[in-house]
């Protein structure tokens, strides 16, 4: 049966020539994965470590898959760990006839950008996880995919990124060889837990970068709303990340005697629950403290504009009582400019040219004038 599914995917994944040397299309899959036109030409290694252990210790190095099965079967009770990375289509295929896996759990393992997930098929289970780790130097968290195959003699890892690190996990696993004995569940807690912990470095990043925004957005920094705007996405990118995870490890602790899992490692797979709900609390908070900040940016903002609207209105008040000031006293000034421009023409047939009083009775006119129009002007609080 599981061969029949292995052919089957095979089948699918062959891509057939058609007359005239040309290929039909590529099924959906292959569409969805950016790494298909570099899985014609990859010729790494890409098997990482691959070992045989009995009793909590490393009884074989096998150099390729074929012959890591073949040590598998000739231990009793042994175990086979087998690192993968970035491998082939066909060196996945290659795995998964071995081994008996699905076909839906290879065709996901091949088309990477996979959701947090963890199914099981029969006696297998596969997860998928995302790893995650901050980059000072771009202020930035970068992702990487890891998918985990845990049957019950062998734990198959393929990454398809540099982190997380399983080397470290291996070493970790090979120190421990109580630990390392409890069979594929136990190196499926340890793999949870480096993904886990790799998180804390993250969150710390990000609260670095929260309190430098707002820093920023107190200090009036016309950059900050961009800022925000970049680190909201990739704090949704982490709550992605790390959300499943809740629901994925609740299932494995829930389906721990069913399975068979010892209670020991149960209890670290809980603490391994405790510290993910720490890290997705944070994250939720994260992204509240940053919706919360862009709030006060924008309010910031408004209120830099209205002080600046403001200011721009009393300039203009005090620029219109200016000119009002102005055009009162030239008003004033006017009316004897104007009394004295008429007298001064100097016309022959002009009554008062040769009135004994014209002289005060000009200059009377022209106080009187000025005074009305002084008192009109201050009444109206133009003076």
């Known amino acids: 049966m599981a061969e029949r599914r292995v052919r089957g ?5 062959r891509v057939p020539p058609l007359r005239g040397g040309e290929h039909e299309q590529a099924p959906p899959e292959h569409s969805m994965d950016p790494r298909a036109a570099e899985r014609e030409v990859t010729s790494h290694q890409s098997l990482i470590d691959n070992a045989v252990y009995v009793n909590g210790q490393r009884v074989a190095t096998p150099p390729s898959l074929a012959e890591a099965v073949v040590a598998l079967r000739s231990h009793e009770g ?3 760990w087998i690192g993968l990375y970035r491998p082939a289509e066909a060196e996945i295929l290659n795995v998964a006839e071995e081994f008996h ?8 393992a091949i088309v990477a950008h996979q959701r947090p997930k963890a199914d099981r098929y ?3 289970l596969f997860l998928v996880l995302r790893a995650a780790q901050y980059l000072d130097s771009p202020e930035k968290v970068e992702f990487g995919e890891l998918h985990v195959f845990v049957g019950p003699d062998f734990v ?3 990454r398809h990124s540099e982190a997380p690190d399983l080397s470290k996990v291996r070493r970790r696993m090979e120190t421990d060889p109580d630990l390392l004995r409890q069979g594929p569940q136990a190196v499926l807690y340890a793999i949870l837990d480096a993904v886990v912990d790799g998180y804390a470095p993250v969150v710390a ?3 670095k970068d929260i309190d430098e925004i707002e820093v920023q957005v107190f200090g009036g920094d016309p950059a900050a709303p961009r800022r925000i705007y970049a680190l909201s996405r990739e704090v949704i990118e982490f709550q992605r990340a790390t959300r499943p995870l809740l629901d994925m490890l609740n299932g494995l602790i829930a389906g721990s005697s069913k399975y068979g899992v010892d209670g020991e490692l149960e209890r670290y797979l809980r603490d391994v629950a405790d510290h993910a709900i720490t890290v997705v609390e944070r994250v939720d908070n994260f992204r509240q403290m940053l919706q919360d900040i862009l709030i006060v940016n924008s ?3 408004s209120q830099a504009q209205n002080e600046e609207i403001r200011n721009v209105t009393q300039a203009s008040y005090a620029q219109s009582e200016e000119v009002k000031r102005i055009s009162s006293w030239a008003a004033i000034l006017f009316a004897p400019t104007l009394v004295g421009t008429i007298y001064g023409m100097n016309f022959k047939d002009m009554p008062e040219l040769t009135w004994r009083l014209g002289y005060p009775f000009a200059v009377a006119l022209m106080a009187a004038v000025c005074v009305t129009l002084y008192l009109i002007f201050k009444r109206r609080d133009w003076l």
């Open 205 to 207: 990043g990000l609260q």
């Open 9 to 13: 995917l095979r089948d699918l994944m």
């Open 101 to 108: 896996l699905h076909e839906l759990a290879v065709e996901d």
């Open 122 to 124: 029969g006696d297998t």
């Open 78 to 80: 042994s175990m086979a």
């Open 156 to 158: 198959l890892t393929v």
């Open 299 to 301: 309010t910031l903002v």
